[in-house]
Nanobody, 111 residues
Framework: QVQLVESGGGLVQPGGSLRLSCAASASIFRFNTMGWYRQAPGMEREWVAHITSSHSTYYADSVKGRFTISRDNAKNMVLLQMNGLKPEDTAVYYC?????WGQGTQVTVSS
């Protein structure tokens, strides 16, 4: 069974940057689309971005131009570089592959 482990969350001031990482436990990672989602308190989980096995990338309008998703198939990892962070980006961020989810990593944007 594939496991996904996120890291890199934390507290950052508005305008700051964070880089989230997601490590997958299986080599089938390289054949799958990988996604990042987030869930703010009291809100539904929402899609943030995803990257296909051929490295095509797609972003929610709310993060386009500020976030960059990438993958390193040699390391079975997917990254989310987040720049220009806003308080409304505060959420638990989850990595996803098919029906598998990571445990989430908290991102808090506050002054």
């Amino acid at each position: 069974q594939v496991q996904l482990v996120e890291s890199g969350g934390g507290l950052v001031q508005p305008g700051g940057s964070l880089r989230l990482s997601c490590a997958a436990s299986a080599s089938i990672f390289r054949f799958n689309t990988m996604g990042w989602y987030r869930q703010a308190p009291g809100m539904e989980r929402e899609w943030v971005a995803h990257i296909t096995s051929s490295h095509s990338t797609y972003y929610a309008d709310s993060v386009k131009g500020r976030f960059t998703i990438s993958r390193d198939n040699a390391k079975n990892m997917v990254l989310l570089q987040m720049n220009g962070l806003k308080p409304e980006d505060t959420a638990v961020y989850y990595c996803n592959m098919r029906t598998t989810w990571g445990q989430g990593t908290q991102v808090t944007v506050s002054s």
